[in-house]
């Protein structure tokens, strides 16, 4: 499967939105440079209340810019950095990936997928009824999060608009991911 970066986002400070940039820079192990989730660990200030001794596991958000497509459809104004994420993605369906998947990106860059993410509230606060758009419940009672996916810097470098994704799936067995 091959994929391709649409937009790059990062923010300094806590907040929901991501200003879009013309790149960022990766960094092993901890995370988009200057953005204010970067850390090796815990970076999202509920997760650092309960325990700031937790490795990061969301040091790199992506979200599908099909989701933008169909929440437009839906009647929301959302565009690529509104939901916070710090890459957009095209023609890669990250919510079928295992955990494990590694994406290169461009010629350097790897992030490793370790989750959903499990949006909150906030999302509303954004635009209200909007979590009900990227959380709901399936036929057999099962949450659905479509709110993208996290991950971890495998190996440093810089993404930008237009660099390639290449997916590399783990040895099997493959396990579904789940929130982080």
Same mark, same amino acid.
């Given at each position: ?49 309960? $325990?700031?001794?937790?490795?990061? @596991?969301? !040091? /790199?958000?992506?979200?599908?810019? =099909?989701?933008? %497509?169909?929440?437009? #459809? ?50 509303? $606060?954004?635009?209200?009824?909007? @979590?009900? !758009? /990227?959380?709901?419940?399936?036929? =057999?009672?099962? %949450?659905?999060?479509? #709110? ?33």
């Amino acid at each position: 499967m091959t994929g391709r970066v649409v937009a790059v986002h990062s923010s300094p400070v806590h907040g929901f939105s991501k200003a879009t940039r013309g790149e960022i820079a990766l960094v092993e192990g901890v995370g988009v440079v200057g953005d204010a989730h970067a850390g090796p660990t815990v970076q999202h200030r509920s997760r650092v209340a309960a $325990d700031p001794s937790q490795p990061n @596991l969301r !040091q /790199v958000h992506l979200i599908h810019e =099909e989701l933008f %497509v169909d929440l437009r #459809a839906a009647g929301y104004e959302v565009a690529p950095g509104s939901l916070g994420e710090n890459i957009t993605t095209g023609d890669v369906d990250l919510l079928a990936l295992p955990v494990g998947t590694r994406l290169r990106i461009g010629s350097e860059t790897v992030v490793t997928v370790t989750g959903l993410r499990n949006p909150c509230q906030q999302i509303n $606060d954004f635009q209200p009824g909007l @979590l009900k !758009q /990227v959380v709901s419940t399936d036929d =057999e009672g099962r %949450v659905v999060r479509l #709110a993208g996916v996290m991950g971890v810097v495998s190996r440093g470098g810089s993404v930008a608009p237009g660099d390639p994704i290449q997916v590399e799936l783990p040895p099997p067995p493959h396990f579904p991911l789940t929130r982080v």
